[in-house]
């Protein structure tokens, strides 16, 4: 998936949402002119200074949900978050990852195939929602939405994308591409 991240070269403004502990955001920062790196939790954006270290990512506290970008981006990147959009939220998301983009930019993202392996510490109690279990016993309630790369690409058709969606392996799936229509 790095590979395929870099094929994409994730070039000029870049957003991130949902960056979690800066994993991918070193990534995006290599070549990037600038990245805004996006996360409704205090304790991600610390660990994402904490692994990034660079002087191009901009951190932005905020809830994706009610966030609007204050300037268009040339790249828009997501990873292991679209499985966390509810059902009833999905269209708006993907609005505002068009609201995001720069006239021809681009949307990558990566997320995780239902296997055996997702589910080994969860249990489905609804369309769009599981119960986690952590090793020391704690449970948690999560939305968890899972999409196999075909249907998603027919889904996100409807909604006026141009997108490839293909799966990487037994465990993964990325997607790539642009609006439809500007």
Request: with cysteine.
């Amino acid at each position: 998936m790095v590979e395929a991240l870099e094929q994409q070269r994730p070039l000029g403004k870049v957003l991130e949402l949902a960056c979690g502990t800066g994993w991918w955001t070193q990534y995006l920062a290599l070549n990037a002119q600038e990245v805004t790196a996006v996360d409704a939790a205090d304790e991600m954006l610390a660990f994402s200074r904490e692994r990034v270290k660079r002087q191009n990512v901009a951190y932005v506290r905020a809830d994706i949900f009610s966030w609007r970008p204050e300037q268009p981006y040339d790249f828009v990147f997501f990873a292991f978050w679209l499985s966390h959009v509810p059902h009833d939220r999905f269209g708006a998301f993907w609005r505002l990852v068009r609201d995001s983009l720069a006239r021809n930019g681009r949307v990558f993202f990566i997320d995780e195939l239902e296997n055996a392996q997702a589910r080994k510490f969860e249990q489905r109690i609804g369309a769009d929602a599981v119960l986690r279990t952590l090793e020391d016993g704690r449970q948690f309630r999560a939305v968890k939405v899972f999409y196999e790369p075909g249907d998603l690409h027919v889904r996100l058709r409807h909604l006026g994308w141009e997108l490839d969606v293909q799966a990487a392996g037994p465990n993964f799936y990325w997607g790539c591409g642009s609006p439809a229509v500007r």
